[in-house]
């Protein structure tokens, strides 16, 4: 995250991420101009670069350059630095070398957006900097909060979603799950990557039903749907301890034990005989385990978006989740 002081960065950053994300004086210093900030629960690590404005800037970006070169060739890749993003002032309507020189730099390790910030009249402003900028993926024009005119007239937020759905289509795909659990901006990402979370578990659990032993279903069932339970909770952004959800996942099946084990006691019934009523039983049970198992996620996947569109995410409490899971798979 790069841009001269005042551009509106950290306004950006909380308006885009969860969790307040961005304080005045965050951030544990890497380079001279340069702070990495990160949030226990939130898997993103921001770095925040400053000096655009000195004079010397171009020791800043050899700094920079040799910082950006050492995280991207770690072994591991989650140190790696996926992304950045070049903030310009629109009231200022310049773009100055140093943030050319950087997009050019940075372009060379990374996909580079550039964002113009405080937007709320482009005359022609975005074209600018595309022509110049021109190693930039998109240029962006942002309104992070809400302004009121003198004459009252308010100029509402603007181009987040379309920023972070650029975000989530240049950053790599091992990293697009984190980058959708950290947005607050986009709740459809959140639901994309949790609808394919749903897909795998019942894929799982379908092969946990078709094992021909009987009984064995319900309960192998239970960790698979925890992990998917604990899969979405993650791309939501929601802090849960893994204990609750077992907790949600065995108090559900025992408050909706018709539910579960009447669907199942003729599979487990035939899966007892063998040669043809193994096969099935174990077609009805598979079905019937991948059924439930993607029940539960679709009643999880609207509770969470309910309380993530109505609550502060930092309020939601784990009764908040099981009231309303409940409510809804109960329905």
Same mark, same amino acid.
């Given at each position: 995250?790069?841009?001269?002081?005042?551009?509106?960065?950290?306004?950006?950053?909380?308006?885009?991420?969860?969790?307040?994300?961005?304080?005045? $004086?965050?951030?544990?210093?890497?380079?001279?101009?340069?702070?990495?900030?990160?949030?226990? $629960?939130?898997?993103?690590?921001?770095?925040?670069?400053?000096?655009?404005?000195?004079?010397?800037?171009?020791?800043?970006?050899?700094?920079?350059?040799?910082?950006?070169?050492?995280?991207?060739?770690?072994?591991?890749?989650?140190?790696?630095?996926?992304?950045?993003?070049?903030?310009?002032?629109?009231?200022?309507?310049?773009?100055?070398?140093?943030?050319?020189?950087?997009? !050019?730099?940075?372009?060379?390790?990374?996909?580079?957006?550039?964002?113009?910030?405080?937007?709320?009249?482009?005359?022609?402003?975005?074209?600018?900097?595309?022509?110049?900028?021109?190693?930039?993926?998109?240029?962006?024009?942002?309104?992070?909060?809400?302004?009121?005119?003198?004459?009252?007239?308010?100029?509402?937020?603007?181009?987040?979603?379309?920023?972070?759905?650029?975000?989530?289509?240049?950053?790599?795909?091992?990293?697009?799950?984190?980058?959708?659990?950290?947005?607050?901006?986009?709740?459809?990402?959140?639901? !994309?990557?949790?609808?394919?979370?749903?897909?795998?578990?019942?894929?799982?659990?379908?092969?946990?039903?078709?094992?021909?032993?009987?009984?064995?279903?319900?309960?192998?069932?239970?960790?698979?749907?925890?992990?998917?339970?604990?899969?979405?909770?993650?791309?939501?952004?929601?802090?849960?301890?893994?204990?609750?959800?077992?907790?949600?996942?065995?108090?559900?099946?025992?408050? =909706? $034990?018709?539910?579960?084990?009447?669907?199942?006691?003729?599979?487990?019934?035939?899966?007892?005989?063998?040669?043809?009523?193994?096969?099935?039983?174990?077609?009805?049970?598979?079905?019937?385990?991948?059924?439930? =198992?993607?029940?539960? $996620?679709?009643?999880?996947?609207? =509770?969470?978006?309910?309380?993530?569109?109505?609550?502060?995410?930092?309020?939601?409490?784990?009764?908040?989740?099981?009231?309303?899971?409940?409510?809804?798979?109960?329905?």
């Amino acid at each position: 995250m790069a841009g001269k002081t005042g551009v509106g960065k950290s306004t950006l950053i909380n308006a885009v991420f969860q969790g307040n994300f961005a304080t005045t $004086g965050q951030g544990k210093p890497v380079t001279k101009e340069t702070r990495e900030i990160k949030k226990d $629960g939130i898997p993103l690590r921001l770095y925040d670069t400053r000096g655009l404005e000195l004079k010397e800037y171009k020791e800043t970006f050899k700094e920079l350059e040799s910082f950006v070169k050492n995280k991207n060739n770690d072994s591991n890749p989650l140190n790696h630095i996926h992304m950045a993003w070049i903030c310009i002032d629109e009231s200022s309507r310049r773009i100055e070398d140093a943030e050319i020189e950087l997009c !050019n730099l940075l372009s060379n390790h990374m996909p580079v957006i550039a964002v113009i910030t405080k937007a709320s009249s482009d005359e022609g402003f975005r074209i600018k900097v595309q022509n110049l900028l021109k190693q930039a993926k998109n240029v962006i024009r942002v309104n992070s909060v809400a302004k009121t005119l003198d004459d009252g007239y308010v100029i509402k937020p603007s181009g987040l979603i379309e920023l972070v759905d650029l975000a989530m289509e240049i950053i790599p795909e091992a990293q697009k799950s984190a980058f959708a659990a950290a947005q607050r901006v986009n709740i459809q990402q959140k639901k !994309n990557k949790s609808h394919a979370i749903v897909a795998t578990a019942a894929t799982a659990a379908a092969t946990t039903g078709a094992i021909p032993i009987p009984f064995s279903d319900a309960a192998a069932l239970v960790p698979i749907q925890v992990g998917m339970l604990a899969g979405i909770t993650a791309v939501f952004g929601f802090e849960v301890k893994r204990a609750f959800l077992s907790t949600l996942v065995s108090s559900t099946i025992t408050g =909706t $034990g018709a539910t579960l084990v009447g669907r199942t006691i003729v599979s487990n019934l035939l899966k007892m005989f063998p040669g043809v009523g193994s096969v099935a039983g174990g077609a009805i049970a598979a079905s019937t385990a991948a059924a439930v =198992t993607v029940a539960f $996620g679709e009643a999880y996947i609207t =509770t969470l978006t309910y309380l993530l569109k109505n609550k502060d995410i930092s309020e939601v409490s784990e009764i908040d989740i099981l009231t309303e899971f409940k409510q809804r798979y109960l329905k």
